[in-house]
């Protein structure tokens, strides 16, 4: 059975940094896909960051150069670097992985399993 586990998160002043990490159990990501989804109170989820097993990479274009997405194998976890962090980046965020596919989307359809969730609040 698959299970991701979050980790990180709270809420910080503008321009701080955050991180969220993400424990992978029963999911042979190297493989596969895994990334971060986010969903503020209103809006649609929207991807955030997806790195892929042979390492490429997509982002948001409201987070590039201020997000950095990253594994670590021996871990089977992967994280979120958030720096330079705008109020507008607050919302629930959720670490995801792909269900037999490799590729990077940010489509969150794409996505066939899901983390509990983390909120990021981030006061101006």
């Known amino acids: 059975q698959v299970q991701l586990v979050q980790s990180g998160g709270g809420s910080v002043q503008a321009g701080g940094s955050l991180r969220l990490s993400c424990a992978a159990f029963?999911?042979?990501?190297?493989?596969?896909?895994m990334g971060w989804f986010r969903q503020a109170p209103g809006k649609e989820r929207e991807g955030v960051a997806v790195?892929?097993?042979?390492?490429?990479?997509i982002y948001a274009n409201s987070v590039k150069g201020r997000f950095t997405i990253s594994k670590d194998d021996a871990k089977n976890s992967v994280y979120l670097q958030m720096n330079s962090l705008k109020p507008e980046d607050t919302a629930m965020y959720f670490c995801?992985?792909?269900?037999?596919?490799?590729?990077?989307?940010?489509?969150?359809?794409?996505?066939?399993?899901w983390g509990q969730g983390t909120q990021v609040t981030v006061s101006s």
């Open positions: 995801a992985a792909s269900s037999g596919w490799s590729g990077v989307s940010l489509r969150p359809q794409d996505f066939g399993y």
């Open positions: 029963g999911y042979a990501y190297s493989s596969t896909s």
């Open positions: 790195l892929e097993g042979r390492g490429n990479t």
